[in-house]
Structure formats: structure tokens, C-alpha cells
């Protein structure tokens, strides 16, 4: 049976082109954007010389200023009078002065003296303005993003990139760990997801250029990640920067509890042409393989200022090597009368991932007149990573109630062990994911008399998709092999002291084949939004407290995604045979020396090519490189696959304002969001008929809701330099896309086993076959938090520093509650089986609290050396006093660097405390997933060559750090893990 099609935010789309053309030309464009707005304002500077008008333009207007005049020349300006932007005050302030100028940025102007003859035209200078995000130095990043933080009219940080196309780590989450309040989760040894202040990814809103992006989903395995930003999935080379809001206002697109993360490309009227090219290479310590690092990117800029274009091309490789010991999940054992919980299994895995990141971006600006600019942006991202899993499994489990077993049990676990008679499988994995982003967003900035109008559009797709299956091939050990384990000290040293055998691994004709199975996903989300914003600005005097500014909006989303998987069985082709050829890869042979003390060394694996050419999928494809839409959904692949769409429809008010109280003056809003929701969630699920046949019972549910969402900022200058900010708001976090599917997913290793056994798996289930599983809850409602946060900001010479508190009280918390539940099993003889398996679903439990202190420190000495640190202390526990997921309760980073002439030279170490991971790595099943402490230390020097070239030398992963995971606490090992040092070397140049 296969799912009926259901139009797409991109099906409407394509019937709509020409309306939407002919909307946003008589608008100006449409779409979300992170840029300040572009406000009328009364102005009355009368005629005189040019540098006290530009300076009492910028005075009034907040902008930033660089006037540059051969010395004795002055020009007199135009008078202006009248309300209007302070971008037309300047066209006309300037207009027949002889004076030339550019708008930079949000906030830059820079004037300079009209040349008389061509040949006379002034190179453009090359001193940067304090407005313009991309800059140079690491100080100068610090710098800028201080510079943003006071200005702010909320609690925010950001991270600003080197210079178009370079960040300091090897993705924006790298770079985001280093800014107060944020900590990072690593995937095979790359930043992947973000917490900020002690919640998870989910709970961070992630826009581009203020425009919603849609969310990548793990295709990995059956453990999804709903709502949470893949960040590795979208390179970084083009990217300018990013922006954490970390207390809201009610024109702030809803979801973050935690923050908003606005990531930022430059426009086409950021700045001054330029041509950047690098050129450099990528080698892991592990693999030795170079990959190179390419990128291109360069903005025009038309004479005048009136239009630029900004457009950009990168790619980047690597090639990584990782080594896992794994301890699969804990099973209750009685050990020679003792009861004690042991290893399903311990395993060697050794992975090969190749990854390449492809990005193209494309934007423009055009100031039309003084009155409307137009902006569109598009970023087309791809993350393709081909992996290869070689893994050794012994049991272990009910094992140890055979004859001749032995065990060592500590505080009721069992911690090494040995096996007479056991069983070894030789497993490999291989698959080809494809990640796809893109991008699309328009605005137009709008003058009308008094108010500023900004109509805007995105439109955002991710796909996920297997290129080539997750291809399972399993073989067993022929006969009953010993072996024997020891991790009793793995947590404490971060190495198993003993993993042994007396089977030769490297002998085919050890291993017998068993089964390759075929798991086909695609995953598609996408997003259509329309914004706009209406503003203007007022004088109200309420005695000490004047409004200065009234605004109103409105967005509309339309949202989706559709998850399918399909599992399949391969079988050979007819006439081929597997033969002990088939096996005739070897793993190689200094695999774990790092992770066990003493172990087997390497072993051989399949031949993927060779099981390609001799395996097909029966019935349905003489290819096992098959997508979903290939195959015929079945009654289990309906279970596992589901559809979700959300409507969204949002209203806000806000005014801004400005006093004084005991000689303090402060500024600050008041704002009110109305948000509502419609979600609609589709699945199907297994039942038998009358005649004992399979029957697909579609189910659909249908749920809306309705949230209030009120926020207040004030900030109060205490003197010069120093800023205390107050900050009260009530959030909503939006239930995870994989919480809300209509989905039922047992392990697929039971799956697997009912299916080929039948009622005699239930009966007598096989070695390691568990009896558990996973699904959705449509019913859920979001998080609902009220937030309070207070913070202190003193700038003094060359430094600065921060700190901060904040408490957030979490209702409608949801966690995973276990109840056994009755399923209904295919089997390859043909009868359905049924089988109680106990299913883990979410649900709304209670109430969370999650608070905590946050400090930050930037000094920089005219020796040319800096410091830049930042730590984070979070106390945060869910409903029953368990810890949230995603959240250290200790989190820091220090970057010592040296900047002097041409050299510069950045350390940088970030560590953070154990937390509970919902990246599962074991691919479900494990009630508790904590990641153990780790710090990291990376490095980056660079020299400037002259003629606008600089030489960077970056390292990563100094410390050669083993990750550490366990299940509730450090006895329970479940994984060491090793990816080994990095080193990148790059030449760039800009023009």
C-alpha cells in the first residue's frame, strides 16, 4: 500500500510564482532579515560644514562615522528638516556637496571628497568602520561582538567570522562554544548540536538572516533528533557570523526557550568590493589523507552605493577515522546465584566517514530610493558523508549463565567476564547520506511618511536522504568461541584494560554469513513564511518614562515534514553463492591501541562491492542502492514512517522607551505576542483482520493551540561603561517533530528476528534480541517557560566584562514514560505473530526549572596579548528531579591569543561537565545516554605575506581526547570513543 501524495508548502508554491512576483513588486520584496530597521525620525540640522553636519546626523541617528577630507578642505551641507530615515536625511544633507558617499551596513557612513577628474578618484580606504560584522582578529572579533552587546536592546552574544568564508573551528557550533551560556555536543568528534543556557538543541530557535530554516533529521539510525539544528549539516565558509538573543522580544520569531541563534550572511552593501580566495588543505592524525579547503567569494558594488551583489562558492573535505568500544545495553542476569545487570554485548567498532560540505551563496541590495532598500539572500548547502562501520560483537548477557562462564560483579554490575562457549558476529554497515539546505529570503525596507514598513518572505527546504541504504551485513563465528573482557577501570582511565579471544579474526573462514539488511530513509521539511513589520516613531511623555517607538506585526508559516523509511531483507541473486572471498576487507591494525589495553588487533570485514554485485532486493529491485519512493511501503514501514504539518499564524505589538530613574537613564520595551498553532500529524498502524491477514489502519490527528507570550527589556546605564539589564518574558518551545509523529518503531533487531522466525523468536528470543521500541504522542502540548534574567555589563579600557543570571520555570516538561504494549508482527512465512514489547512514547510529565550564572571576560594588553573566557554554571533538573538533556551543570572556555605586526596566534580550550545526551549512539534502546566530561584544545596561528595574503595554520583536537559515555552513572560503561588531532593549513587572499 502506498501512501497517497499530499501537496507541499512547494506544490502551493509553484501555483502561486506570479502572484508572488507581482506581490513583491509592488511591495519591494519580502522576507525575514536580522537587520536593525531603518526608522523615520524628525531632523533639524541647518546648513553649515560638513563635519559638524555628519557628526550631529550620526549623534541623532546612531550611526557610526568616517569622514575622510584632504586636510584644509571643508564643504558646507544642505539644510534638513523634516522626518524621515537618517540613510535619506543623509542623501540630502550631501546632495551637490562634491562629497561621496556609502552606506556600510546597518549602521556605517562613509563620506569622502568627490574626485575632480577620473584619474584623480581616492583609493577606497581600507580602515574598517566599527559597524561592519566582518572583521579581522581574533580581538577584533571579541571587539565587535562586545560593540553588539551594548548595543542590544536585550540580553544577546554572537560570534563574528574572521573575514568572509573563515571561523575559527571547523563550523559556526565550534565557534558558538566560546560565547558565555553556550555549550556544544560533538558528533564523531564534530560540533553538531548547541545548548545555551542549560537546555538542550531543541530548545534553541535557529533563523537565517532572520528567516525560519527547516531542520536536517538523522537518517543514521532509528533515533531522531525532531526540532534540534544540525549545524555541521551547513558549512560555515560563507557565513558572517551569528547572534544569540537570549531574552526575547515579541517580533522574535517564537520557539527558543533557551535563545534564538540568528546565523548571518553579509549583504551586498555591508562593505567595500573585495575578491577573497583560500586555498588550503585538511589532514586527520588518524587517516593522513589530505582533503582540500577551497573557497571564493567577492562582492560588487555599483557606482554610488545604490545596488551591490555579494556572492560566494566553498567546499571542504575530511576524512575521519574513529574508534568506538562499545557496551551495548544492560540486560538483568544471575550470576552463580547472584542477580546483577550485564552487557547485552561488548564491541569493537572501528568507523570511516568521508565528508564533503558544498555551499553557493547569492545576495543582493538595492537602495532604490532614500525611501525603500530591497535585500534577497540564498544559501544552497550540501553535507554529504559516506560512512563505513566494521564492528566485532561478542555476547555476553544470558551467556553468562552457561557452563564455564565467569564473571566480576562491582556494586551489582557486571564489569569483565569470560565465556567458553559464546558467539562472535562480524558486522559491517555502510551508507551514503545526503544533506541538503536551502535558503530563500527576500525584504523590502520601506518609508512612508512617519512609518517604516518591512514586508518579508522566506522560504526554507532540508532534505535528508540515504544515496546508498544503510546496508547491514551480518556473519557469525562458526562453532562456540571464548573470549573474555575487562572494563572495570574503562570510566576512570578512559581505556578497557582487556578484550580477548582465541578465534582467529583475520581467517574468513571463521565466519559464516547470516543476513544484509536494507534500511532506505528520505526525509523532507520544509518551511514558507511571511512577516511583516510596521513601525514608527512617537514622543509620548509619561512623566519620567517617554515611549519612543511603537511597532506591530504578523507572520504566517506553513510547515512540513515527511519521514520514510522502508526495511528490507536482501537475498542472493540467483546461481550466487557467498564465498569466505567475501570477507576481504581488513581493518587496520592499530585500532584501539589508545582505547583497550591489550585487544585482538585487526580483523577482516566485508567486501562491500562484492556483496552489491551478488545480493538484490526480492521482488522489488535488482539494486540494493534503492531510494523509498522505490518500494512498496509494508505494513512495518508505515509504523516507522510519518507526516507532520503545522500552520502557523502570529500577531505582536511592541513600544520602546526611554527614561530616567535616580539619575540612571534607561531604555528598554514592553511587547505582546499571540501565537497560534494547527498542527496535523499522519501515520498508519499494523493490525491483523478478520481473516488473519495484515491489515494498514491510516490514523490522523488534529491539534491546535493557543499561547500569550508578553516579554519586558530594560536597561539602566549606571555610569560610563557600566550596564545592568533586566529582562522578564514567557516562551514556548514547540514539541520535538519526532515526539508528535504517529509512529510505532520496535528495535529493529526484533524486528528482524520475529520476521524471520516467527512465533518461535516470542517463544525463545534470540541472543540480544530486545523487546522494546519507540513512538510518537500527537497529543503533546509545547513547553510553556517563564523567564527571568538579570545582567551586568562593564566596559573599561581594552576589556570588558559580563555576568548574568537567569531562571527559567518549564511547564508542560515532556519525558518518555514506558508501558508495555500489544504489536503485531510481519513474519516471512506469512502469518502475523503478536508480541508484547514495551514501547517508550513521550509525554507532558510536569514542570522543569532550569537556572544558572554566566560570565564572560575579554582583556586585551598593549603587548599585543588577550584573554578571552567564558563559563557557565547551570542547575537544571526536570519532573522527578531528572537531569535535562543537553545541559552541563559546569561549562567553560578559555582562549589566550598573541596579536602583534603580522603574526597572530589563538589557543583555545573548552571543557564542559557530563550531560545527558538524546543522541543515542547505540541507535535506541539505552534508558540514559550521558556524555562524560571533556575539554578540547585547539589552536590557530597566522602570518600576513603581504599583497593581502595571510598563511593559517590551524590545529584541532590537541589533546587527542577519548570520549566517555555511560548509562545513569560511571559503572554502567556504554562507549570510549577516539577521533584523534586534526591539522588544517590554508593560503588566503583578499582583494
Known amino acids: 500500500m502506498k501512501p497517497p501524495a499530499r501537496s507541499t508548502p512547494f506544490d502551493a508554491l509553484r501555483g502561486g510564482v506570479a502572484a508572488a512576483a507581482l506581490a513583491i513588486v509592488a511591495l519591494g520584496g519580502w522576507a525575514p532579515a536580522a537587520r536593525a530597521q531603518e526608522r523615520a525620525q524628525v531632523f533639524d540640522i541647518p546648513a553649515q560644514d560638513a563635519r559638524r553636519a555628519l557628526v550631529q546626523l550620526c549623534v541623532s541617528a546612531g550611526c557610526d562615522l568616517a569622514f575622510l577630507t584632504p586636510t584644509g578642505e571643508a564643504r558646507r551641507t544642505r539644510a534638513v528638516r523634516g522626518q524621515m530615515s537618517w540613510r535619506a536625511a543623509a542623501d540630502q544633507m550631501l546632495q551637490g556637496t562634491g562629497l561621496r558617499h556609502r552606506f556600510i551596513g546597518d549602521r556605517g557612513l562613509r563620506v569622502w571628497m568627490e574626485a575632480q577628474k ?33 548595543a542590544a536592546d536585550v540580553i544577546l552574544d554572537s560570534a563574528s567570522a574572521t573575514r568572509i568564508g573563515e571561523l575559527p573551528a571547523a563550523n559556526l557550533a565550534e565557534a558558538l562554544q566560546r560565547v558565555p551560556g553556550v555549550a556544544i555536543e560533538r558528533e564523531v568528534g564534530e560540533g553538531q548540536f548547541v545548548s545555551v543556557r542549560g537546555l538542550g538543541p531543541l530548545f534553541q530557535s535557529v533563523t537565517l538572516n532572520g528567516a525560519p530554516v527547516a531542520f536536517n533529521e538523522n537518517i543514521r539510525n532509528s533515533t531522531q533528533s525532531g526540532r534540534q539544528f544540525r549545524f555541521r549539516a551547513l558549512s560555515a565558509d560563507l557565513l558572517a557570523g551569528a547572534q544569540l538573543t537570549k531574552s526575547t522580544t515579541p517580533d522574535l520569531i517564537e520557539g527558543g526557550i533557551g535563545s534564538n541563534i540568528d546565523i548571518e550572511t553579509i549583504g551586498g552593501l555591508d562593505g567595500d568590493p573585495f575578491l577573497s580566495l583560500r586555498a588550503g588543505a585538511s589532514v586527520e592524525a588518524r587517516t593522513g589523507r589530505p582533503e582540500t579547503d577551497v573557497s571564493l567569494a567577492g562582492r560588487f558594488v555599483s557606482e554610488g552605493g545604490a545596488w551591490g551583489l555579494v556572492g560566494g562558492l566553498s567546499q571542504e573535505g575530511r576524512s575521519v577515522l574513529y574508534d568506538r568500544f562499545q ?56 553535507f554529504d558523508n559516506t560512512i563505513r562501520e566494521d564492528r566485532i560483537a561478542y ?90 573482557f575487562d572494563v572495570s577501570r574503562a570510566a576512570s582511565d578512559r581505556e578497557a584494560a582487556l578484550l580477548a579471544t582465541d578465534l582467529d579474526l583475520t581467517d574468513p573462514a571463521s565466519f559464516a554469513f547470516k543476513r544484509l539488511g536494507v534500511r532506505a530513509i528520505e526525509s523532507v521539511d520544509e518551511d514558507l513564511t511571511g512577516l ?28 512540513s515534514r515527511d519521514y520514510q523509511r522502508r526495511d528490507r531483507e536482501a537475498a542472493l541473486r540467483p546461481g550466487a553463492v557467498v564465498t569466505p572471498d567475501f570477507l576481504g576487507f581488513r581493518v587496520a591494525d592499530d585500532v584501539f591501541d589508545s582505547l583497550i589495553e591489550r585487544h585482538p588487533g585487526s580483523w577482516i570485514a566485508a567486501d562491500f562491492d562484492r556483496f552489491q554485485q551478488a545480493f538484490r532486493i526480492p521482488r522489488e529491485s535488482e539494486e540494493l542502492a534503492v531510494g523509498p519512493d522505490a518500494l512498496a511501503p509494508t505494513g512495518a514501514d508505515l509504523q516507522n514512517s510519518y507526516r507532520v504539518g503545522e500552520r502557523v499564524g502570529a500577531l505582536y505589538a511592541r513600544t520602546d522607551f526611554k527614561g530616567e530613574a535616580g539619575g540612571a537613564p534607561f531604555s528598554g520595551n514592553l511587547g505582546l505576542r499571540l501565537v497560534t498553532t494547527r498542527t496535523v500529524v499522519d501515520g498508519a498502524f499494523l493490525n491483523a483482520g478478520e481473516s488473519g491477514g495484515a491489515v494498514i489502519r491510516p490514523v490522523s490527528k488534529v491539534g491546535t493551540d493557543t499561547a500569550l507570550l508578553p516579554s519586558f527589556n530594560i536597561a539602566f546605564d549606571l555610569d560610563q561603561g557600566r550596564r545592568l539589564r533586566l529582562a522578564a518574558s514567557r516562551t514556548m518551545t514547540r514539541p520535538s517533530l519526532a515526539d508528535l509523529r504517529l509512529a510505532t518503531v520496535p528495535a529493529s533487531s526484533l524486528v528482524s528476528n520475529i520476521y524471520e522466525r516467527g512465533q518461535a523468536e516470542i517463544d525463545a528470543p534470540s541472543p540480544g534480541s530486545i523487546f522494546t521500541g519507540v513512538g510518537g504522542n500527537p497529543d503533546l502540548s509545547p513547553y510553556m517557560a517563564t523567564n527571568l534574567d538579570a545582567s551586568f555589563e562593564w566596559s573599561f579600557p581594552q576589556g570588558a566584562l559580563s555576568l548574568a543570571v537567569f531562571h527559567k520555570s518549564i511547564d508542560d516538561f515532556i519525558g518518555l514514560v514506558e508501558a508495555p504494549e500489544m504489536l503485531v508482527f510481519e513474519t516471512r512465512a506469512g502469518p502475523l505473530v503478536r508480541a508484547e514489547v514495551m514501547m517508550s512514547r513521550p509525554a507532558n510529565l510536569g514542570r522543569a526549572v532550569s537556572r544558572g550564572v554566566e560570565v564572560g571576560l575579554h582583556r586585551r594588553l598593549p603587548s599585543g ?34 596579536e602583534r605586526g603580522p603574526v597572530a596566534i589563538g589557543l583555545s580550550w573548552s571543557w564542559r561537565s557530563a550531560f545527558r545526551s538524546e543522541a543515542d549512539m547505540q541507535g535506541g534502546g539505552v534508558a540514559d545516554f550521558t556524555v562524560g566530561p571533556a575539554g578540547y584544545l585547539d589552536a590557530q596561528a597566522s602570518f600576513e605575506i603581504g599583497s593581502g595574503g595571510t598563511l593559517v595554520v590551524a590545529a584541532s583536537n590537541l589533546t587527542d581526547t577519548t570520549d566517555l559515555a555511560y548509562e545513569h552513572d560511571t559503572r554502567r560503561l556504554l562507549q570510549l570513543g577516539r577521533v584523534g588531532p586534526s591539522l588544517t593549513a590554508s593560503l588566503r587572499w583578499s582583494l
Open 532 to 559: 511583516l513589520d510596521l513601525r514608527r516613531p512617537v514622543s509620548v511623555d509619561l512623566g519620567r518614562t517617554v515611549l519612543t517607538e511603537i511597532a506591530f506585526g504578523a507572520q504566517i508559516s506553513d510547515r
Open 395 to 484: 555476547g555476553v548477557g544470558a551467556l553468562l549463565e552457561t557452563p564455564g562462564a565467569k564473571a566480576s560483579i562491582t556494586d551489582g554490575v557486571v564489569t569483565a567476564a569470560s565465556i567458553q562457549a559464546g558467539t562472535i558476529d562480524n558486522n559491517t554497515e555502510f551508507s551514503e547520506q545526503a544533506h541538503l539546505n536551502i535558503v530563500v529570503s527576500a525584504l523590502a525596507d520601506l518609508v512612508l511618511g512617519n512609518w517604516s514598513l518591512t514586508p518579508r518572505f522566506s522560504l526554507s527546504r532540508a532534505r535528508s536522504r540515504l544515496d546508498t541504504p544503510l546496508e547491514r551485513i551480518s556473519s557469525r563465528a562458526i562453532g562456540t568461541p571464548s573470549y573474555a
Open 118 to 150: 577620473p584619474a584623480e578618484i581616492p583609493a577606497v580606504p581600507t580602515a574598517e568602520l566599527e559597524s561592519i560584522t566582518v572583521v579581522g582578529r581574533l580581538s577584533e572579533q571579541i571587539e565587535e561582538s562586545l560593540r553588539r552587546k551594548a
Open 327 to 382: 557496551v551495548g545495553r544492560y540486560t538483568p542476569v544471575v550470576v552463580e546465584g547472584q542477580p546483577a545487570v550485564a552487557p547485552s554485548d561488548v564491541r569493537t567498532t572501528v568507523e570511516h566517514e568521508d565528508r564533503l560540505r558544498r555551499s553557493l551563496f547569492l545576495g543582493g541590495e538595492w537602495r532604490a530610493s532614500p525611501s525603500l532598500r530591497l535585500r534577497f539572500d540564498s544559501l544552497v548547502s550540501t
Open 865 to 898: 596579548f588577550g584573554l578571552w573566557a567564558s563559563g557557565t554554571f547551570t542547575d537544571g533538573h526536570g519532573p522527578g528531579g531528572r537531569s535535562l538533556a543537553g545541559v552541563s551543570r559546569l561549562a567553560y572556555s578559555i582562549n589566550p591569543f598573541f
